[in-house]
């Protein structure tokens, strides 16, 4: 029964962890705005703060299912979905990098109680690196769907 337990708790950490980075990817790209006010600017150094632990959970939970807790790291290694979705992971992850150093230099003016200056093309710049984040996000679960069902498996 342990097992199962361990299993199921890696399984949910994993799940959880996937939807609080598509949660915060979401309400990043909604809080996004040029001229943020000060509640707005640290909301969304915050929101990042969560999409970062939060993806850090997620690729931590995702190795001990590979490694532990999953249906063998044969099972997943040897599926060409499972690496299309470590990729799409990876990008997302790279992509997450400028937003995230944009917004830990905002927090540099929020510490002196000033606002980060920022610019409608900065707007639309950050705009497009979370949309594709998103994109990519969005399209995880269904090489996951398609991979639990051996889809892409070689043949037996």
Same mark, same amino acid.
């Given at each position: !029964?342990? @097992?199962? +337990?361990?299993?199921?708790?890696?399984?949910?950490?994993?799940?959880?962890?996937? !939807?609080?980075?598509?949660?915060? =990817?979401?309400? @990043? &790209?909604? /809080?996004?705005? *040029?001229?943020?006010? &000060?509640?707005?600017? *640290?909301? !969304?150094?915050?929101?990042? $703060? +969560? #999409?970062?632990?939060?993806? /850090?959970?997620? /690729?931590?939970?995702?190795?001990?299912?590979?490694?532990?807790?999953?249906?063998?790291?044969?099972? #997943?290694?040897?599926?060409? =979905?499972?690496? %299309?979705?470590?990729?799409?992971?990876?990008?997302?992850?790279t992509l997450s990098l400028?937003?995230?150093?944009?917004?830990?230099? %905002?927090?540099?003016?929020?510490?002196?109680? @000033?606002?980060?200056?920022?610019?409608?093309? /900065?707007?639309? &710049?950050?705009? %497009?690196?979370?949309? $594709?984040?998103?994109?990519?996000?969005?399209?995880?679960? =269904?090489l996951a769907t398609l991979?639990?069902?051996?889809?892409?498996?070689?043949?037996?």
């Amino acid at each position: !029964m342990p @097992e199962i +337990v361990n299993n199921a708790g890696i399984a949910y950490v994993h799940y959880l962890s996937f !939807m609080v980075c598509f949660a915060a =990817l979401v309400l @990043e &790209r909604k /809080l996004l705005k *040029t001229s943020p006010n &000060r509640g707005e600017a *640290t909301a !969304m150094v915050i929101t990042d $703060i +969560v #999409y970062g632990v939060a993806g /850090l959970a997620l /690729l931590i939970s995702g190795i001990l299912r590979v490694l532990y807790f999953g249906q063998g790291s044969d099972f #997943y290694t040897q599926n060409p =979905l499972f690496w %299309w979705k470590v990729g799409v992971f990876i990008v997302a992850g790279t992509l997450s990098l400028y937003p995230t150093v944009t917004y830990i230099l %905002w927090a540099i003016p929020l510490r002196k109680g @000033e606002l980060p200056e920022v610019s409608s093309s /900065l707007v639309t &710049r950050l705009g %497009w690196f979370i949309n $594709i984040e998103i994109v990519g996000f969005a399209f995880i679960p =269904l090489l996951a769907t398609l991979m639990a069902r051996g889809v892409g498996l070689p043949s037996q």
